[in-house]
């Protein structure tokens, strides 16, 4: 169905908000109006999202925009990350202004492109051509790069320039994979107009020609890699991730990540359609996602900065992820309920480590000690985060990391198996040894104990409660979006309402 200007204003409002923001000289109207274009951007998703699901996939101008269920997971996903990422930003912020520490300048900045940033993660997830979707995640890298620095140091600039350089050079390698796709479509009987649309090119994969689209494929892996997180290209997240402010870094692991690997399933059933199926591309992401667990898990014993561990944490679950992609069949599901389980356990883990660095007034963990004594509602919200990132039952990553080695065993990818066992195991043993003392610990007497409001409350309880519901419970109409949007990256095709295709 024509639903062009529903999926542009995904795009167009939270640019505006942006720009409206800037129109202010109250820090506090000029923070308000950021986050309200981007709660009515979730208004506006959520209805698109809904029609997927009802009545199947969204088109608009002459197909160049497209929502179909596996673009509609994912928008979802980052609807809930940015959301809620946007509330503890008015916490968080809020604080800083009320004690003088942020100028106008600071806020201004963050306000300016705080929407904007989610506007280009729609923009990524909403393009049907491949050459926009490319220019949409070089845009996050744009808009997200001076969100980093907001707070200006030596180490956010630092950080901002270090994550500029490597992504930029990454997505320059995205770019080449775009253009081999364009070159192995050339003799596709397509108006050029159309030949980069995703549809067309599914519909046509067996034109394709084979060397070219693998080719294409390991420039799209590595530069989208490097903008997801994927060891060895993710030297960039962990200086980015704990020199932003707490409600970037949310939304950096809780859903960026995600969109530079949305970028990358858009090509496997390409690939494997090109290739006769034989599941080349699927090795690939196995590879890189047990390589990123063991890495991970590497940096993860010797840690001390909290923000530090948690971005390390992203490199072992963006692992665990792509693990799950490439082993196929029940780890594309487990992969895509990873997906959300992750996101939503490190939206509230780096909300918490943002809120007990200000009460601390410190991110080394050394210094952090007693956190549910000292702070017991932002206490409590990390200890359970960081108990359900490292896989504690009944946590839903418990459940979705289970149903990957699953995957593995039923496989015969015993090799696999063990590799996935000896990284989440030494990460569930070292992050455990970080997590008790930052909850149970003795504080510091010189730690003034920091009161929580309902606000506080309800972005703790609500995570926590639907990461511990899902670990034991998943809804029916859960399950068939989680289907639907697996279905598309192994076949290409979405299960649609009443079991057609």
């Known amino acids: 169905m024509e639903h062009g200007w529903l999926l542009a204003s995904l795009v167009v409002v ?68 940015f959301t809620l990422s946007s509330l503890f930003a008015l916490r968080y912020f809020g604080e800083e202004v009320r004690e003088g520490r942020l100028t106008l300048a600071q806020v201004r900045t963050f306000a300016g492109l705080w929407p904007p940033a989610l506007g280009a993660m729609v923009l990524v997830v909403v393009s049907n051509n491949l050459g926009i979707m490319w220019v949409g995640m070089e845009a996050t890298t744009l ?63 067996g034109a394709l020609a084979p060397s070219l689209v693998k080719a294409a494929f390991l420039f799209v892996l590595v530069g989208y890699g490097t903008k997801a997180g994927l060891a060895p290209l993710h030297t960039w997240l962990p200086d980015a991730h704990s020199k932003a402010p707490a409600p970037v870094s949310a939304v950096f692991s809780g859903f960026m990540l995600n969109t530079a690997l949305y970028c990358v399933l858009r090509y496997v059933p390409l690939v494997e359609g090109a290739t006769g199926h034989t599941g080349w591309a699927l090795r690939l992401l196995t590879g890189f996602g047990l390589f990123s667990i063991l890495v991970a898990a590497a940096f993860i014993l010797w840690q001390h ?71 017991p509602v932002w206490g409590i919200g990390l200890l359970g985060s960081l108990l359900a990132l490292i896989g504690m039952a009944p946590f839903c990553l418990f459940m979705s990391e289970l149903q990957i080695l699953k995957a593995a065993v039923d496989g015969g990818n015993y090799a696999v198996v063990a590799l ?75 299960v649609l309402p009443g079991g057609g295709r």
């Open 14 to 81: 939270p640019v505006l908000a942006g720009l409206l923001s800037q129109v202010f000289t109250s820090r506090e109207a000029e923070l308000e109006t950021a986050v309200g274009g981007v709660l009515v951007t979730a208004g506006l998703g959520a209805l698109a999202i809904g029609k997927v699901f009802s009545a199947g996939p969204l088109f608009g101008f002459s197909r160049w925009l497209f929502l179909d269920a596996l673009s509609a997971y994912h928008l979802a996903v980052m609807l809930v990350v």
């Open 143 to 205: 808009v997200t790069s001076f969100l980093i620095c907001v707070h200006m140091t030596r180490g956010s600039l630092e950080a901002m320039w270090k994550y500029m350089l490597i992504c930029s050079v990454g997505i320059g390698f995205a770019f080449l994979g775009t253009l081999m796709i364009r070159v192995a479509a050339k003799d596709l009987p397509l108006d050029p107009n159309q030949a980069l649309l995703w549809t067309n090119l599914l519909a046509n994969t």
């Open 305 to 375: 900065d909290l923000k530090r561990l948690l971005a390390y944490h992203s490199v072992e679950h963006l692992g665990i992820i792509a693990l799950g992609f490439g082993l196929g069949g029940l780890g594309t599901f487990a992969a895509l309920f990873h997906t959300f389980n992750h996101s939503l356990c490190k939206t509230l883990s780096f909300f918490a480590a943002g809120r007990l660095g200000q009460v601390y007034g410190t991110h080394d963990m050394e210094r952090m000690g007693g956190s549910c004594t000292v702070a």
């Open 420 to 494: 996935f066992l000896a990284g989440t195991g030494a990460v569930f043993l070292g992050a455990l040894g970080h997590a008790l003392p930052l909850a149970l610990g003795k504080p510091s007497p010189a730690v003034v104990p920091a009161p929580a409001g309902g606000l506080d409350v309800l972005l703790v309880a609500g995570p926590l409660v639907v990461l511990l519901l899902l670990g034991v419970w998943m809804p029916g109409p859960c399950r068939g979006v989680l289907e639907q949007a697996a279905a598309i990256v192994q076949h290409g095709s979405a």
